[in-house]
């Protein structure tokens, strides 16, 4: 059997860990020792201290800024025609939508076999779309299977249905590795800074990137509309923290919003099982499943989502794990978490039936064994 040597392309080298690098990360991870892949994607701007060692091969690409949220690395593809020519890899693996692995991919000839995985529509850079299109379609064109978290993936999708492409949808689940999430891998002195700050207060926590589709400022325009006693954790940081925090004054609720900034794993694990509930309030589908959701569903919490007809409600089932409200709609958002945060058995009810959930769907088993049968079956 041909040993597998795939060449990851990701935008960014973690940490931090946003979704896609989050999910590259892990895979990497999950597929050792029966596959040794290798990362290739751009540093990050700035970085002050280099990334820690990996358990798998990293090449990381300087970056001459950014582009959006696209750091200009152009030595990410130089990076993957020196690792084709030496033998380093016999399999590319882009992480999409990444204008970079696409370019990389379409130089490096028709011998390679490419598995493209599909992480969200462009949504908000439309002008970048513009210009980007015809090399995104044919990089799809390229790619020999193009992996779907979900069906909703695939079918809310208008990008990949420009051209047809069903014959190369494969449906490999996410993988999250809920053992990290294990209560004693948590960080006692987060738990008593949020019982410091809640002081008996249902707590509903969010983490994630302070970025546009992330809908924060609508998640802070709820909570001044809120009838209940209800608290809000924020785990997280970006371009707009300042611009968070300078609402939360505004909206005289500075009192109810606890900004914990980037915290340590630990940290991040104490959160996920002392809050009540948590709340992914992201407004457009560049937010396509919402993984911080789904580890907080495996620490037994419901959730508050909005409708955005992709995977974040295959992930949060309306009802049964989470409350769905629509986007943009604080008054909707608030009138969600005052029901969570006044119901306790609504809360555990929900909260039983996630944990559940991802646990039977999200396992790294499943997305290990599907993700080796599709390597396996390009070589």
């Not at 020792?33 to 751009?42: D, N, S």
């Not at 909005?306 to 608030?334: F, H, K, M």
Request: glycine fraction near 8%.
């Amino acid at each position: 059997m041909t040993a597998v040597r795939p060449l990851h392309i990701a935008k960014f080298v973690p940490p931090p860990y946003a979704g896609v690098e989050a999910h590259a990360d892990t895979l990497l991870r999950t597929l050792l020792p029966e596959v040794e892949g290798t990362l290739v994607a751009g540093d990050w701007p700035g970085r002050a201290e280099p990334p820690p060692a990996m358990p798998y091969r990293v090449l990381s690409a300087r970056p001459y800024g950014l582009l959006g949220n696209l750091p200009l690395s152009p030595g990410v593809v130089r990076h993957v025609q020196r690792e084709l020519r030496s033998g380093g890899c016999n399999l590319l693996h882009l992480h999409a939508p990444n204008p970079l692995g696409d370019i990389a991919s379409l130089a490096c000839g028709s011998d390679v076999p490419v598995v493209m995985t599909w992480h969200s529509d462009i949504v908000r850079q439309r002008t970048l779309l513009k210009f980007y299109r015809p090399i995104q379609r044919r990089a799809l064109r390229r790619a020999d299977r193009i992996v779907v978290f979900t069906p909703r993936h695939y079918d809310s999708s208008e990008q990949l249905h420009q051209i047809d492409l069903a014959a190369k949808i494969v449906k490999v689940p996410i993988g999250i590795d809920f053992s990290r999430l294990a209560p004693d891998r948590g960080d006692p002195q987060t738990r008593a800074t949020i019982d410091a700050f809640a002081r008996g207060r249902p707590v509903a926590l969010t983490v994630g990137r302070h970025v546009y589709y992330k809908g924060y400022g609508y998640l802070l325009s709820a909570m001044a509309k809120l009838r209940s006693e209800a608290v809000l954790v924020m785990i997280g940081a970006g371009v707009l923290t300042p611009e968070l925090r300078r609402l939360a004054e505004e909206l005289g609720i500075r009192d109810r919003v606890l900004f914990l900034g980037e915290i340590a794993d630990d940290g991040l694990v104490e959160a996920m099982h002392r809050c009540d509930f948590f709340c992914l309030p992201s407004i457009e589908p560049s937010e396509a499943f919402g993984i911080a959701s789904a580890e907080a569903m495996s620490c037994g919490k419901p959730t508050v989502v909005c409708e955005l007809g992709n995977g974040v409600n295959y992930l949060n089932r309306e009802g049964v794990t989470s409350l769905t409200v629509p986007p943009c709609d604080a008054g909707a958002l608030a009138e969600a978490i005052d029901t969570l945060a006044q119901d306790t058995a609504l809360r555990e009810r929900l909260g039983a039936a996630a944990a559940r959930w991802v646990a039977d769907e999200f396992g790294l088993a499943a997305m290990k064994r599907a993700m080796l049968d599709l390597y396996r079956s390009l070589l």
